[in-house]
């Protein structure tokens, strides 16, 4: 059987007998809205989950601010401002993008968030920056007594409009809704007593009531003394808009996560003897985001099995603190002990890796180079053909395959 993998800007053939093909995991079907983007958008708005229509929320505005996603997400904020632009325009909106962590976007990447929309609002948005102290208010403690520390901008506000996009996610359950707070626009020190809590066990895709880390995004969000109006987009797997979800914030996130568990939950026979996990594009973009593809791999994989990566990281690992970590441990064990006696912001990323490798054998494809793989504990290939083949030769001839075309959203679940 032949199978496309996609990879930066093309597409690579792999040959699989079909007797070894265990299943091609991807985003459920769903069938789609008849209407263009910007009428979905516009039934949302005027249509909410819970609180009034967008227009009778921005009528007594006087400080409103717009929270966008980076570009790191694949969120269509285009389509979105297609439907309401002229309506956030009206009322003079400053934007903010929920940058968390995260550098600030470049000017392809302010073009690519705004699309069309970059020209009328590029004198109106910044970037959040987590470690402008001077720009940050204290709102005090979570139950799980992380510090609250979000941006001024958004604290002065008296409305507030979070674009966003649901789909899973490896440690908060899932993404959008509160997430566009904590850590959209939180503080350094805020984000990281938060990702800390990513090493319980009960941080993980899909989970939310049991969650601490969810959990602090959700005290978080009670602690904002504006009002706010949710927009928040769920995507197929051609990464369309699939639903668009309106209103209060909790009300429209609870809407938008049960379409996300439609189309991004797969369920799977068994587990794998070797899970070939594709970050796409924007996912790619660097180790960092890419590694989420690991870790939903990892949920279709035997013990002992072989992951291949398939992750350009054009930009790079992202954040090196974790690399560094990992690569200046003699393996997956010391490394976990490290991360248990000391945590940085990062480290958790570390630690999802380290449990992997120490089940599994991670290879890549990835214009990585060789030692920057390796620090985590990744083995580079040279084509994806050949990766394969080694992986069948080593697993033996009752080696099962599984591949998802999408690993960085797509959560197996096993039956």
């Known amino acids: 059987m032949r199978i496309g993998i996609p990879y930066l800007d093309r597409v690579l053939d792999i040959d699989l007998p079909e007797d070894r093909l265990l299943a091609v995991i991807e985003p459920n079907e769903v069938i789609g809205e008849r209407r263009s983007p910007a009428a979905m958008v516009e039934n949302a708005v005027e249509r909410p989950f819970g609180g ?7 009528s007594s505005s006087k400080r409103l601010l717009v929270i966008l996603n980076d570009a790191t997400r694949p969120t269509p904020t285009p389509a979105v401002l297609d439907a ?25 990447e302010y073009r690519q ?45 008296d409305r507030v409009v979070a674009i966003g996009s649901v789909e899973p996610h490896y440690f908060a359950g899932y993404t959008g809704g509160r997430k566009a707070f904590l ?48 927009i928040m987009t769920v995507l ?8 668009c979800f309106a209103g209060d914030i909790r009300a429209s996130f609870a809407a938008a996560v049960e379409k996300a568990n439609s189309i991004f939950a797969v369920r799977l026979p068994s587990r794998a003897d070797i899970v070939i996990s594709v970050a796409r ?8 985001q890419a590694q ?24 790079g690992v992202g954040d090196r603190a974790y690399i560094e970590l990992l690569g200046s441990s003699r393996g997956p064990a010391e490394a976990m002990e490290r991360i248990a006696s000391g945590y940085r912001l990062g480290y958790h990323k570390a630690a999802k890796i380290a449990q992997v490798a120490s089940r599994a054998s991670i290879r890549a494809l990835s214009e990585l180079d060789e030692a920057t793989l ?14 394969l083949s080694e992986a069948l030769e080593e697993k033996g001839p009752s080696a099962r395959v599984a591949v998802l075309l999408d690993g960085t959203v797509t959560v197996p679940l096993i039956d």
């Open 113 to 157: 968030i705004l699309g069309r929309h970059y020209g009328r609002f590029r004198n109106r948005i910044e970037a959040h920056d987590a470690r402008d102290n001077a720009n940050l208010v204290d709102l005090g403690h979570t139950r799980n007594g992380t510090p609250i520390l979000l941006n001024r901008t958004l604290v002065e506000a």
């Open 183 to 230: 850590p959209g626009v939180a503080g350094f020190e805020t984000i990281q007593a938060n990702h800390r809590l990513a090493l319980d066990p009960r941080a993980r895709a899909l989970a939310l009531a049991d969650n601490p880390v969810s959990q602090d995004m959700d005290d978080a969000l009670r602690l904002l003394p504006g009002g706010v109006f949710s």
């Open 52 to 58: 009034p229509s967008l227009g009778r929320f921005l």
């Open 374 to 387: 390796r620090m985590a504990f990744v083995a580079k290939r040279g084509s994806l053909p050949d990766a």
């Open 292 to 315: 989420k593809a690991i870790d939903n791999g990892a949920l279709a994989l035997a013990d002992g099995g072989i992951l291949i990566l398939v992750a350009s990281c054009r930009d």
């Open 281 to 288: 594009h924007p996912m790619d973009i660097d180790l960092y």
């Open 236 to 243: 197929d797997k051609a990464q369309g808009l699939a639903g």
């Open 84 to 108: 309401v632009g002229d309506e956030l325009e009206g009322k003079d909106a400053r934007f903010l993008v929920a940058t968390g962590a995260h550098r600030g976007p470049t000017e392809e």
